[in-house]
């Protein structure tokens, strides 16, 4: 039996488009439905449904007073606009996944996207029919502190989006789905064609000012604390005790006398990047400096999008490894995924 052909599969970038797209087409059909059928059903409130599905009410609502929705509509309502506030914000969420992908994000901030709004839309539906209870929340709100502190400043973007769609849903829901749809096509688009990219050409100052920064970190005691940080944090108890030891001989000069001298041996240095001319602007003058000898394998892409390039490095007899491997992180600054020493 002869083998099967791979056939080339879609990338995880396009299987993400693909189906927020389909989901989005989906949600339209769905809704338009809802906006044409729900309102009108035997059963339900219309004067109280059809403002959240962006019409005019049938009937008069005197949004000052509590009395002129009974609890059962009000019930139905916090319904419809927090569901509706979960299915806008799931695209949001997948969004924001795929375009923090090759920087990482936090666990954390994605299911925020899908709570938020559903709290600030049921919060909504509550107050706007009693101005009593909106100056209510209002204080409670104040007394609240968040001290929670987002990594880029684009996390605060969809944060404040998240709470759009909620407070959207619970007043109009048509709107809130052009929010979420226009957002998401703009963000795709910006992350596709890398708007706002710095060439490399244009950026050799600042790259010149990051180098000599890794340098005099080397010479500080700033230095210490990011070694502290990144390398012994994950160390066991037992390699901690050997390191400093060794740091211990060295400072005293007894290292070499410790044991017979072995050969100096090569070094293998992992970078993964988004950017390897900017990194490598960067990189291969920390080697020129800290590696007797160096050289620089083919680069290699994975499915998301993040460049791989490896050194063979043979390291100068005064540098250890876990030292260029500090300054290379430090170097690199945000276009830096991960590097390694292997």
């Known amino acids: 039996m002869a083998g099967r052909i791979p056939r ?47 019409n005019e009410p049938t009937a008069p609502v005197k949004r000052g007073a509590a009395s002129t929705v009974d609890q059962t509509t009000l019930g139905l309502l916090a319904f419809i606009a927090m569901s509706a506030g ?41 107050v706007k029919y009693s101005v009593a209870l909106a100056f209510s929340l209002a204080g409670i709100v104040a007394a609240v502190r968040f001290r929670n502190t987002l990594d880029d400043s684009k996390d605060a973007v969809y944060v404040f989006l998240a709470t759009g769609i909620g407070l959207a849903a619970a007043v109009d829901i048509p709107v809130a789905t052009v929010i979420s749809i226009l957002f998401n096509a703009t963000m ?21 000012r990051r180098l000599e920064r890794a340098k005099e970190l080397a010479r ?7 070694i502290d940080d990144e390398v012994f944090r994950d160390m066991s108890r037992e390699q901690l005790e050997g390191v400093a ?3 211990w001989r060295r400072a005293h000069g007894d290292l070499d006398s410790a044991g017979p001298k072995t050969p100096d041996a090569e070094t293998r240095l992992r970078v993964r990047t988004t950017d390897v001319a900017r990194m490598r602007h960067v990189v291969d003058p920390l080697l020129d400096d800290y590696a007797k000898d160096w050289k620089a394998s083919e680069v290699t892409i994975d499915g998301d999008g993040v460049l791989t390039i490896e050194y063979v490095i043979e390291p100068k007899k005064s540098t250890d490894p876990e030292t260029l491997l500090s300054l290379v992180r430090v170097a690199c600054g945000d276009d830096l995924v991960e590097a390694e020493l292997r």
């Open 8 to 54: 080339p599969g879609l990338s995880p970038a396009t299987r993400v488009v693909v189906k927020v797209v389909i989901y989005y087409v989906l949600l339209l059909g769905l809704g338009s439905l809802a906006l044409r059928e729900l309102p009108h059903a035997p059963g339900f409130a219309s004067y109280a449904l059809q403002p959240i599905f962006g």
């Open 86 to 126: 979960i299915l806008l914000s799931l695209p949001v969420a997948w969004v924001y996944q795929l375009t923090r992908a090759k920087r990482g994000y936090q666990q954390s901030v994605v299911q925020l996207l899908i709570m938020l709004p559903v709290v600030v839309a049921g919060i909504v539906v509550l």
């Open 245 to 247: 030891e060794r740091a």
């Open 220 to 226: 500080t005691g700033t230095f210490v604390a990011r």
């Open 188 to 208: 795709l688009v910006l992350w596709y064609s890398d708007f706002g990219h710095q060439p490399v050409e244009l950026e050799g100052s600042i790259a010149e």
